[in-house]
């Protein structure tokens, strides 16, 4: 039974890995167009949101919100939980209202079609040159003055055991909020550790299905200056995984 269930969980990654390079191909050039010009980046982000649900529908996964908050005008700093690469093409569509940027690791520049269009749109994070990683965060705030979000997985990448267990997290999201005066919008994804496992795990868990997503409430920025960087960082580690505790899927 097992192995009957590699197999098709095998054969899942392959649609998977096949949608993600058809729709990609077909909306290539529109996120190209949108980004020869600073003026028209805006207009990417409707595009990568239509890009979210076609990949969605194609991978036949349906997003159920366990727990909805309404959103004020933006910007805010979004966070979540990391376990999956699904986390990130369905962030677009779970928000299409509220245009945001991803600051990633730079690793995913190594990516050929995905370079493009993330090192023009988003923000790339160089963690080992210091230089690069302050221009990261200048870059990031620039974004916000001009009115984006930005999404940060504070694990700093999806662990490498024991998901959905969460690491410690880094501390330039809460850095980035703090000196920004923006607040915060917590998200914990339920469910994408087993609906599609890394690739490199060939016969890892993955198969279609409903995504449980839980949005929290908002950290306003008062609430934030009463913490200190840790006591913040703490504080969000503890509320992103509040819902995988009450489900006993992490200690």
Same mark, same amino acid.
């Given at each position: 039974? %097992? ?8 054969? *899942?990654?392959?649609?998977?890995? /096949? ?11 529109? +996120? =190209? +167009?949108?980004? !020869? ?19 969605? $529908?194609?991978?036949? $996964? ?10 004020? %005008? ?17 962030? *677009?569509?779970? /928000? ?8 990633? %690791?730079?690793?995913? /520049?190594? *990516?050929? /079609? ?7 749109? &988003? ?16 870059? @990031?705030? &620039?974004?916000?003055? !001009? #009115? ?8 700093? #990448? ?14 330039? @999201? ?7 005066? +923006?607040? +915060?919008?917590?998200?914990?994804? $339920? ?13 890892? *868990? @993955?198969?279609?299905?409903? !995504? ?17 960087? !840790? ?5 969000? =580690? &503890?509320?992103? @995984? ?8 992490? %200690?």
């Amino acid at each position: 039974m %097992k192995q009957v269930l590699g197999v098709l969980s095998l054969c *899942y990654k392959l649609h998977v890995g /096949l949608v993600f390079v058809a729709t990609l191909l077909f909306f290539y050039p529109f +996120i =190209f +167009i949108t980004l !020869s010009r600073v003026s028209w980046r805006k207009w990417s982000f409707p595009i990568n949101v239509a890009w979210s649900f076609t990949m969605r $529908i194609f991978c036949l $996964i349906w997003v159920h919100r366990v727990r909805k908050v309404k959103l004020p %005008k933006g910007p805010y700093l979004i966070v979540s939980n990391h376990t999956s690469y699904f986390d990130i093409f369905i962030m *677009y569509s779970l /928000l299409p209202r509220h245009r945001f940027l991803f600051m990633g %690791k730079s690793e995913i /520049l190594s *990516y050929p /079609l995905v370079k493009t269009f993330f090192k023009r749109l &988003n923000i790339p994070v160089y963690r080992k040159d210091r230089m690069k990683a302050a221009k990261s965060f200048i870059q @990031a705030k &620039n974004a916000i003055n !001009s #009115g984006w979000s930005i999404v940060i997985f504070p694990e700093g #990448g999806i662990p490498d055991y024991d998901l959905p267990q969460m690491v410690p997290f880094k501390d330039g @999201a809460f850095k980035l909020s703090k000196n920004a005066q +923006i607040p +915060i919008i917590p998200i914990t994804f $339920i469910d994408h550790y087993h609906m599609f496992s890394d690739p490199d795990q060939v016969m890892g *868990y @993955a198969h279609p299905g409903i !995504s449980r997503v839980y949005m929290h409430d908002m950290i306003s920025v008062k609430q934030q200056n009463e913490l200190s960087e !840790s006591e913040l960082s703490d504080y969000v =580690f &503890n509320t992103l @995984a509040g819902p995988l505790r009450e489900r006993g899927l992490m %200690k």
